[in-house]
């Protein structure tokens, strides 16, 4: 099936915050913490205007089934961190590999300074890990909790 990726606009905000409070995310988040729906407003809105952030939504048959947000880096003028959720109902049948590769080639076409792509992803979510290897992202950093990810394109 085709995965389809599209610019995050208003209306997707509630399911992104509901995948983002979801209990599973939350174990795999750097901040586990729930996110209040007057905290991720603020934070969405300012996501959609802010130049140095690319949120995108994929979707399947005109379903959303997860979400994809590229970060400028402040301090490195050409690496973009990437972030990536799988909506709990769509996790485990593959869509992560076609969501990240379209996301990839998106920003690069989008964003010509992208030299760089970023992912901090915790050591004990397997899933992820194998995730960006199997993206051809290459294993630079092991810090305590979280292993770091480069993909040069």
Known sequence: NQIVLVSAKSCHSETIWEWRNDPITRKMSVNSEKVSWEEHTSWYEKVLLDKCRKLYVGEEGGIPIGVLRFDKCDDEEYVYEVSINISPASRRKGFGKQLLSN??????????????????????????NKLFKSCGFIFIEDESVMNTYELSI
């Not at 080639?105 to 010509?112: F, T």
């Open 103 to 128: 996301g990839i080639r998106r920003i690069h076409k989008e964003v010509k300074n992208c030299k760089f792509i970023r992912a901090e992803v915790k050591k004990e979510n397997e899933y992820s």
